[in-house]
């Protein structure tokens, strides 16, 4: 298990650990120890955050004392950094983002030299060299810069020409890496669109906006009657789409429809999605009963596509909106996700709503607790027991898992129960956890 790498990279708040700038120059080091080949070069993007040119200058530090050149994309898309990674020989490309999180956060993302996000075996091998580090001595950073954006924008343009008509859309670009990309896209495929969340200043990434908060995107479509509305996070590997009542279209709604579409038009390779834990179990009876094969993995879109690579799945996802279409890209794009998406909608004829009405939802109720510390819940004596009792007594669903990206606890718990009656098992779980934490003396 990685100590410095969650589900999605390294991540915190810049600059402090394991975000401060030596650390950062080790991390860069270490990586470029780990992946380098014979290409010698590297790429580097960022999304708009503040704080993250700085970081780039001591990853670049860092990357050129083991002997590697950096190449400096600029502000795009982590999908977008996959994409080029794919078509140019380099060593690996690292992407410097939180994604969803606040902007006060940063992040750093290793894809290698395919665009693929490393495995978690490669993480803990970088971690052992970067122990073994030494202070890094290289006091400069030597890099170029170049925009490549054209490179991804144009594969996204000549995929979807064409395909999609009749839409008018409202386009959240979360203040984040989408923010030039995606009306990009959209005006080259003659699409309609209201553009908000596109002034980026380096600390306004997800804020009042995006596919965490997607009350503006929604008022807009509301004001606007618009067709639908999406939003992306701040590096755009996700998104969150809005039906033309501002009711919202997740990740799981997505499976639940391209599942069934793809099977359709026999494009659902071996009859088989992979899903997440996370996902709504009713989404998994809804599969079920249309006789499409669920494979269930951890959280992270890293374990989806992994997954999706070991059963031959073309279609994988979380209700987060991370979805890989496969016969895109290896890792989850939230621009081709909806641009797939609205496709699909406008060739069946049907509304974005109608998405809603395929499949019923079990009530769901999720609660993040803050923690200080992640205790191992197979050591708290009595807790994951405790947590099996009461969800055959529920006749539902309990799963509870720390956060890869945040230091918080989740405690999911879908049942045929009143939501007030969620809350208080949610609450009495944690409770349950504080207890056999604090019988071991766990801060938490």
């Known amino acids: 298990m990685p100590k410095y790498f969650g589900t999605d990279g390294i991540r915190g708040i810049p600059f402090k650990f394991p975000l401060e700038p030596d650390f950062i120059k080790k991390i860069g080091y270490a990586v470029s120890k780990k992946l380098k080949n014979s290409a010698k070069t590297v790429f580097i993007a960022r999304d708009t955050r503040k704080s993250g040119t700085k970081i780039i200058d001591y990853l670049s530090s860092g990357i050129n004392s083991a002997g590697l050149k950096v190449l400096d994309l600029g502000i795009i898309t982590t999908p977008s950094l996959s994409y080029i990674l794919s078509k140019n020989k380099v060593s690996f490309g690292i992407m410097v983002s939180a994604s969803h999180n606040p902007p006060e956060f940063n992040g750093i993302k290793v894809l290698n030299s395919k665009g693929e996000k490393i495995s978690e075996k490669t993480e803990e091998e970088i971690e052992k060299l970067i122990d073994l580090c030494d202070e890094i001595k290289t006091a400069k950073k030597i890099s170029n810069k170049k925009d490549m954006s054209f490179v991804y924008c144009d594969y996204v343009v000549s995929a979807f020409k064409g395909e999609i008509k009749d839409i008018d859309a409202v386009l959240d670009c979360s203040n984040g890496s989408a923010y030039k990309i995606a009306p990009y896209i959209f005006k080259n495929l003659n699409l309609k669109f209201h553009l908000i969340g596109s002034k980026p200043n380096g600390n306004n990434i997800n804020i009042g906006c995006g596919a965490l908060d997607t009350k503006l995107m929604v008022k807009n479509v509301l004001k606007l009657k618009a067709f639908c509305g999406i939003s992306y996070d701040g590096d755009s590997d996700r998104c969150m789409i809005s039906d033309e009542n501002g009711d919202i279209v997740d990740g799981d709604d997505i499976i639940a ?32 009963e249309n006789k499409v094969k669920v494979i269930s993995v951890d959280v992270g879109d890293r374990n989806v596509s992994h997954a999706m690579d070991k059963y031959g799945s073309v279609l994988g996802g979380e209700p987060s909106g991370h979805i890989i279409i496969k016969k895109y890209l290896p890792t989850g794009d939230g621009i081709i996700t909806s641009l797939e998406f609205l496709k699909a909608v406008t060739k069946t004829g049907i509304k974005v709503g109608d ?26 004596d009595g807790f994951l027991k405790e947590v099996k009792n009461m969800e055959e007594k529920i006749n539902g669903r309990i799963f509870v898992r720390y956060s890869g990206t945040e230091p918080v606890l989740r405690v999911l718990i879908e049942a045929d129960k009143e939501r007030r009656e969620l809350e208080e098992i949610s609450l009495k779980i944690f409770d349950i956890y504080n207890n056999a934490a604090k019988k071991l003396n766990i801060l938490i």
């Open 257 to 288: 429809f391209l599942s069934v579409y793809y099977k359709k038009n026999r494009t659902l390779k071996n009859n088989c999605v992979v899903l997440t834990h996370m996902s709504n179990y009713g989404l998994l009876r809804f599969l079920k």
């Open 355 to 380: 998405v809603k009405k395929m499949w019923k939802r079990f009530p769901s109720h999720l609660k993040s607790y803050s923690v200080k510390s992640r205790p191992d819940m197979k050591k708290l």
